[in-house]
């Protein structure tokens, strides 16, 4: 309660007068404007690890990438493709489905006033895909084997093989069309989005502007965004976010923590807003190294853990149970519905005893101290210690798991946060074949291998979907990780702020240039 309280009296202070009238500070000078427009949201959440959207791997990083930033295909809130939110006025495939040509929308500005045109899109993809650059979206990307600009607004993509999620890749979040006349992705920040870099204080806060010229309207015909601007609030106490949202400090939080969902909505200045997901705690085991080297040790732990329990007091049982397996049930004929796995302690000591364990193993478990990850380690530290196995939790702040020393991909036992993907593929691509560049439990499995490859290109719907079904029963039987439950996307926010609509995708992707204050 002490350390709550401090926080708070330091949010009060740097925040200052800029918040007086309710979270709605005065935002840049401009001419003023009738019915929605007006008003600076405050977000708050941790700080990002990077600003460089090619390696934003944190869920701030890419929370503002879809702040200052828009996409060659926009992934919407029902994870379908939205072509009137996408920067691709349309877009052709070849009937090999090997070359896929874009149209791109005229008149779309950057931030500096140039014109984007396929120049820039080629810029922006041939250094996503490019393995020297180092960003995790090289492997994502590898299947392209050209990208063209044919035209001011025509720009050609060829691909190795047939992709059916060639779209939806177009709209992870790294992905946003840059300038391409940027050399430092650090300092220079010149994008297509609703709103504009204005400031940047490193642990403090990251505060945009109104963008004057965003190409977007509304159904009326009204130029977006409403807002004039959004301050960004770096909070590492996830209590302090809640609180500073219930005191109107704050306008909107993303990853509402589950335990604050009924206090939010008795309150009548909050309202939570949820939509079921894919998010899910991926607490992986490094398979590269003892003792999870061993099938049997992965095995055993995978058998000690209860995830009902784990769901119910860690997250409020807002989401559904987990099978182990980075594919949830909103993937549809996707998902392999299975019984959920039975805790079985019995069968986890004998496994270790197998393993060369009879007297017990102690791991250590590395974890953000944000959203349910602390209650989630607390509750498997308790549940694991009646199979004999201890744990020792250390807690970390998101922006040093996620940062410079990439603790997250070097940890042997370690917790990670998981955004919902539009096609579970992606999970595949960027996290568990042998190459993929945040392989973070280092599994290497080429049986797996072979069936996401196949998957990759497959694109008769049911023969897919019996591929899904074997990688998840690889996953199940000998895999990394242990999956507990996916969860509700939770969003919180004052009652004042209008036209918030929650998605399946990542929290990151609301689409802020229709939100507004009313009156």
Known sequence: MKRTILMLALLFCTIGLIWAGGGQ??????????????????????????????????????????????????????????????LAEKWDVSADGLTWTFTLRRGVMFHNGEEMTSKDVKFTFDRLRDPDIGAATASLYGNITDIKATGTYTVVFTLKQQNPDFLFQLGEYQSIVCWSGIKDFNTEHIFTGKFMYESYLPEDRITFKRNPNYWRKDAEGNQLPYLDGIEYLF?????????????????????????????????????????????????????????????????????????????????????????????????????????????????????LAEAGYADGITVTLTTQNSSAMPAMATIMKEQMAEAGITIDIQLVPPDVYYGADNLWLEADFAMTDWGSRATPQSYLDLAYTCEANWNESHYCDPELDQLAAQAAVELDTGKRAEIYAKIQRIFMDRGPLIVAYFTNNLFGAGSKLKGIKPTSFFPTHVDYGVLYFED
Request: aromatic content about 12%.
């Open 235 to 351: 909070l590492s106490e996830p209590s302090a976010q809640v609180e500073a949202l219930r005191g109107g400090q704050v306008d909107y939080l993303i990853y509402l923590p589950s335990e604050y969902v009924q206090a939010v909505e008795d309150d009548p200045n909050t309202v939570v807003y949820q939509k079921p997901s894919n998010f899910h705690y991926a607490i992986r085991m490094r398979s590269d190294r003892e003792p999870f080297s061993d099938v049997r040790v992965r095995q055993a732990f995978r058998a000690a853990v209860d995830r009902g329990e784990i769901l119910e007091g860690a997250f409020e049982g807002l989401g559904v149970t987990g099978r182990d397996t980075p594919f949830g049930p909103g993937y549809g004929d996707y998902y392999l519905d299975v019984p959920e796995p039975k805790r079985d302690v019995a069968k986890a000591r004998r496994l």
């Open 25 to 86: 500070g005065e935002g840049p000078a401009e001419p003023e404007k009738e019915g929605k427009y007006g008003g600076t949201m405050t977000r708050a959440y941790f700080a990002p690890s990077t600003l460089d959207p090619g390696f934003a791997q944190d869920i701030t990083a890419g929370e503002i990438c879809g702040i200052w930033g828009d996409y060659l295909a926009y992934v919407d809130e029902d994870l379908s493709i939205d072509p009137s939110r996408s």
